[in-house]
């Protein structure tokens, strides 16, 4: 079965610190692979997605996710935190207009 | 931008009573809608896939009578809980891909806000 999996339930870093959350998927297929963000009190956002292409894929407010097929991964990264980024980030995989399937959230905490 | 629209944002039922959750997509068709539940500190767990003008498909362990799904139209899904127990308190989301013309079957979803639901 479909499945993903994020390495880091809760994550705190400081302002400017650099931002890596993982995820790994199982699927051997053609995946799609998203990021999503739900900021506190929020709905979820897509933060990026990809499809194919370029395996370094570029997001909103910074963000960034490298696809590594050998690696079943797609983590998500950014240079320099804020504390505006406090959230849940979840990792989701889809085949080709299937069903998402989601990880398990990370939630990011920011300390300014 | 597409827009989900998910009501009520909340809502506090009595155990025994039913609560339906409505789901429209905004400015899209969506033949196909999902439903979600969060439980707290948990991920999303895929509940159902929502068919317009079909029955539903639910995941592995989902109690199709217990959550009723109707997708009457292209831009409606409900979720109804039916007689409702505390263990249902949860926060469901539903989702919609939009499907218009142009539009691949790989086009992100689209998120409602979520409903959340106290059973008392």
């Known amino acids: 079965a479909q499945s993903v999996s994020q390495h880091n339930h809760h994550v705190i870093l400081s302002e400017a610190a650099s931002l890596e959350l993982g995820c790994n998927y199982s699927y051997g297929g053609t995946v799609n692979l998203f990021w999503y963000v739900q900021y506190p009190g929020q709905h979820l956002q897509l933060l990026l997605k990809y499809f194919s292409g370029d395996p370094l894929v570029k997001g909103i407010k910074g963000f960034e996710a490298e696809f590594i097929k050998s690696k079943f991964s797609f983590n998500l990264r950014k240079p320099s935190v804020q504390w505006s980024d406090t959230a849940e980030y979840f990792c989701a995989v889809n085949n080709q207009g299937g069903k998402l399937i989601f990880g398990q959230g990370t939630e990011l905490s920011v300390k300014p | 931008g597409a827009v989900v629209s998910q009501h009520p944002s909340w809502v506090i039922c009595k155990s025994g009573t039913s609560v339906k959750i409505e789901c429209r997509s905004l400015?899209?068709?969506?033949?196909?809608m999902f439903w979600y539940r969060q439980f707290p500190k948990q991920s999303l767990m895929l509940m159902a896939t929502s068919n317009e003008g079909s029955k539903a498909t639910y995941e592995q362990g989902v109690e199709k009578d217990k959550f009723l799904i109707n997708h009457a139209s292209l831009t409606l899904s409900t979720l109804t809980v039916t007689s409702a127990h505390p263990e249902d308190s949860s926060f469901y989301i539903c989702?919609?891909?939009?499907?218009?013309?142009?539009?691949?079957?790989?086009?992100?979803?689209?998120f409602g806000n979520g409903t959340r639901l106290t059973v008392t």
């Open positions: 989702s919609a891909r939009d499907q218009g013309p142009g539009q691949g079957r790989s086009s992100p979803l689209h």
């Open positions: 400015d899209f068709q969506a033949t196909t």
